[in-house]
Nanobody, 124 residues
Framework: QVQLVESGGGLVQSGGSLKLSCALS????????MGWFRQRPGKDREFVAV????????RYADSVKGRFTISRDNVRNLAYLQMNSLLPEDTAVYYC?????????????????WGKGTLVTVSS
């Protein structure tokens, strides 16, 4: 059974940075495209970023483009989300996601597996 565990969330001031990590276990990491989603207070869960299996393509939500960077390490079985220039509106629970099909993540927001989430709070 695939499990995803996020880490790295916390409290940061506006303009600051955080780096989230996601560890995958239970299957071969390189089988999966990896994504990040978030759920802001009172809002539906939304797509943030996705990276293909061998990091040859990435996609970002317009709201984070230029500030967030998704990456992965296929040796350590880890995906990352580097978040810079954070804003109070980035406050959310951030979820890691893994999908056998890259397009299911980006087009349908339907990965095969979800993590339990990590809270990021950006103070003004």
């Amino acid at each position: 059974q695939v499990q995803l565990v996020e880490s790295g969330g916390g409290l940061v001031q506006s303009g600051g940075s955080l780096k989230l990590s996601c560890a995958l276990s239970g299957d071969s990491f390189s089988n999966y495209a990896m994504g990040w989603f978030r759920q802001r207070p009172g809002k539906d869960r939304e797509f943030v970023a996705v990276i293909k299996r061998y990091a040859d393509s990435t996609r970002y939500a317009d709201s984070v483009k230029g500030r967030f960077t998704i990456s992965r390490d296929n040796v350590r079985n880890l995906a990352y989300l580097q978040m810079n220039s954070l804003l109070p509106e980035d406050t959310a629970v951030y979820y890691c996601a893994a999908g056998l099909n890259f397009h299911n993540i980006i087009e349908f927001h339907a990965p095969d597996y979800w993590g339990k989430g990590t809270l990021v709070t950006v103070s003004s």
